[in-house]
């Protein structure tokens, strides 16, 4: 079929760098995948139980638009008792399918054509190609090694002009693991307000900061009036497959987007939904448990790149590490296929995060520490022979 049929906007959006070294891995025999970013345990058992539970009993039916009143109101004692910011349940809050649906609709919810977003790079793949199905132009600024990763005030404000309509920030960050403080987020905050701004906050991680907590920009003094946090249950509860996000922000922006969810999605799996209330109510030892094997694994994981040579930060959360490959002389990109070829070990290039990702690779470490001792052992050899 002719090209003729497809939009120009969609035909100009490059596929997924992650998804394409994923495909090719799972092609390939003895391949240790460090490259897709999901926790390798199992969703805790009273979540599954939960859903189970709720089959049972016959909710097979749709959910209000806005999610289970029940599963909102439990989501406003979660960020109230966690990350000291209050929201409510009637009008503030709206369960999505994943994350990544709720960072769709806060985009066109607030966009027009033309409007500028600005962009933190080293960034989740999506942000750009969302903001341009949205009719917004997406603006990159890059945080370097040299900050561990971390973007500065000063920065974001030299990228705003009369066209900039909002921010979007990630920390802890995918890919690099970098967390903002309170005074990096300060600091940011008084940009924003300055410039009459809106932030859109991916906080999918928050609750895998393994030092301090990772503090949500919307705690900021005047800040909640203009945030839109998103987040949910994939990461830090381990049920990515069970499709379940959440968003909150002020009243008018989420009834924004509860229009635009209604036409496009109805409302979340009601199974899931069940699950996640679970979740929320009994899953916070679990949370810990999975938090304390994913520092034990950063730490070797850092160890072992920096004695081969990879200079690597030690990131704040996430479960992810950001190695230098510079000093092997490839491109991110040479390397990762030259590394899945040579030693079957599955790395993301850096440059498909962004421009400034270019040197750099990103490995997940939600792996077992064996395999995770083997990878390094893998990639010592491939580093050790192209840096001779």
Same mark, same amino acid.
Do not use: W
């Given at each position: 079929m002719s090209s003729y049929y497809l /939009?120009?906007?969609? @035909?100009?959006?490059?596929?997924? %760098?992650?998804?394409?070294?994923?495909?090719?891995?799972?092609?390939?025999?003895?391949?240790?995948?460090?490259g897709v970013g999901e926790p390798d345990f199992v969703t805790p058992w009273s979540v599954i139980e939960a859903s189970y539970h709720?089959?049972?009993?016959?909710?097979?039916?749709?959910?209000?638009?806005?999610?289970?009143f029940e599963l909102r109101e439990e989501i406003s004692y979660y960020l109230e008792n966690n990350f000291d910011?209050?929201? /409510?349940?009637?009008? @503030?809050?709206?369960?999505?399918? %994943?994350?990544s649906q709720a960072i769709d609709l806060s985009l066109r919810a607030i966009i027009d054509p033309g409007d500028e977003v600005i962009i933190v790079e080293p960034c989740f793949v999506a942000y750009s190609p969302i903001v341009s199905l949205a009719g917004g132009v997406p603006v990159t600024v890059s945080a370097t090694n040299d900050n561990a990763f971390k973007i500065t005030a000063e920065q974001i404000e030299q990228a705003i002009t009369k066209r900039t309509k909002a921010i979007i920030l990630c920390s802890p960050n995918n890919p690099t693991g970098a967390v903002l403080s309170k005074e990096d987020l300060t600091s940011i905050a008084a940009v924003v307000r300055k410039h009459d701004l809106l932030v859109?906050?991916?906080?999918?991680?928050?609750?895998?900061?393994?030092?301090?907590?990772?503090p949500s920009v919307a705690s900021?003094?005047?800040?909640?009036?203009r945030t839109i946090v998103v987040t949910g249950f994939s990461k830090a509860f381990a049920m990515t497959g069970w499709r379940l996000g959440y968003t909150v922000g002020p009243e008018k922006i989420?009834?924004?987007?509860?229009?635009?969810?209604?036409y496009t999605m109805m409302c979340a799996p009601t199974m899931a939904q069940h699950g996640a209330l679970e979740a929320l109510r009994n899953g916070s030892e679990s949370v810990q448990e999975m938090k304390t094997s994913y520092r034990q694994r950063r730490n070797f994981v850092v160890k072992a790149l920096n004695e081969m040579g990879l200079s690597c930060h030690l990131p704040g959360g996430a479960f992810y590490v950001f190695p230098s490959i510079k000093a092997t002389g490839m491109s991110s990109e040479e390397f990762a296929q030259r590394l899945l070829e040579e030693e079957r070990v599955a790395v993301?290039?850096?440059?498909?995060?962004?421009?400034?990702?270019?040197?750099?690779?990103?490995?997940?470490?939600?792996?077992?520490?064996?395999?995770?001792?083997?990878?390094m052992k893998r990639m010592s050899r491939f580093v050790e022979k192209y840096t001779k």
């Open positions: /939009s120009q906007q969609v @035909q100009e959006i490059k596929p997924s %760098g992650i998804r394409k070294f994923f495909d090719l891995a799972s092609k390939m025999e003895n391949v240790i995948s460090l709720s089959l049972e009993q016959g909710y097979t039916a749709y959910t209000a638009n806005a999610g289970l910011v209050t929201y /409510s349940p009637e009008s @503030q809050i709206l369960v999505t399918v %994943g994350g859109i906050s991916d906080e999918i991680y928050a609750e895998l900061s393994y030092d301090d907590k990772a900021i003094n005047g800040m909640k009036e989420i009834q924004a987007m509860l229009k635009i969810h209604q993301v290039p850096g440059d498909v995060f962004g421009e400034s990702g270019e040197g750099y690779i990103r490995c997940s470490y939600a792996t077992s520490i064996k395999q995770l001792d083997q990878a």
